[in-house]
């Protein structure tokens, strides 16, 4: 199974902020990739797939890099909205697998 | 409007049974392949099945294999698992999800808790 994980677990940060999440594969997972944010008592809400495509409707602040092994999210300019949980997920091969999550709180 | 909504969450026994359904509406639901995520209190997230769009291929996390049952009927715009054996590491809220082009949750439903408990 390709483990995921992500760095670092917590992030303070200030609104404008730029902020940068990690994550890394234990294996190749080509770009097989996606980001998620999540809110408290809320669903996750798709960000980025194939490690660097942004999702309709998703605010350019939001970028995504990487291939193989190690991927960032990148959020530029932190807004009040963006103060969340991050999770990558590699899709590349079953079993499907999520890094532990990121939380960005206000600093 | 693309919608998921998932029910049959609720209280039960170790050792008992439970079956949860994804309900969606706003895409044509027979073309499109489908997973659960289930995420435990205060915890992150973990990926639980996956179902192609014919039922053909499924797959299962090791944990809940030879326990759960994923299934679908495209009739009905839903799809189902069925959580066996339960036990008190399975307490989470399950989350359904549509994938797109192989690409795991562009959609996803509200969720439903299951709570394993005595």
């Known amino acids: 199974d390709t483990q995921m994980t992500q760095s670092p677990s917590t992030l303070s940060a200030s609104v404008g902020d730029r902020v940068t999440i990690t994550c890394r594969a234990s294996?190749?997972?080509?770009?097989?990739l996606a980001w998620y944010q999540q809110k408290p008592g809320k669903a996750p809400k798709f960000l980025i797939y194939?490690?660097?495509s942004l999702e309709s409707g998703v605010p350019s602040r939001f970028s995504g890099s990487g291939s193989g092994t190690e991927f960032t999210l990148t959020i530029t300019s932190l807004q009040p909205d963006d103060f969340a949980t991050y999770y990558c997920?590699?899709?590349?091969?079953?079993?499907?697998?999520f890094g532990q999550g990121t939380k960005v709180e206000i600093k | 409007e693309v919608q998921l909504v998932e029910t049959g969450g609720g209280l039960v026994q170790p050792g008992g049974s439970l079956r949860l359904s994804c309900a969606v509406s706003?895409?044509?639901?027979?073309?499109?392949?489908m997973n659960w995520v289930r995420q435990a209190p205060g915890k992150g997230l973990e990926w639980v099945s996956y179902?192609?769009?014919?039922?053909?291929?499924?797959y299962y996390a090791d944990s809940v294999r030879g326990r759960f049952i994923i299934s679908r009927d495209n009739a009905k715009n839903s799809m189902f698992l069925q959580l066996n054996s339960l036990r008190a590491e399975d307490t989470a809220v399950y989350y359904c999800?549509?994938?797109?082009?192989?690409?795991?949750?562009?959609?996803w439903g509200q969720g439903t808790l299951v709570t394993v408990s005595s």
């Open positions: 999800a549509r994938v797109r082009a192989s690409v795991p949750g562009d959609y």
């Open positions: 706003g895409f044509t639901f027979s073309t499109y392949e």
């Open positions: 179902i192609s769009s014919t039922s053909n291929t499924i």
């Open positions: 294996q190749s997972i080509s770009i097989g």
């Open positions: 194939k490690a660097s």
């Open positions: 997920q590699q899709y590349n091969s079953f079993p499907w697998t």
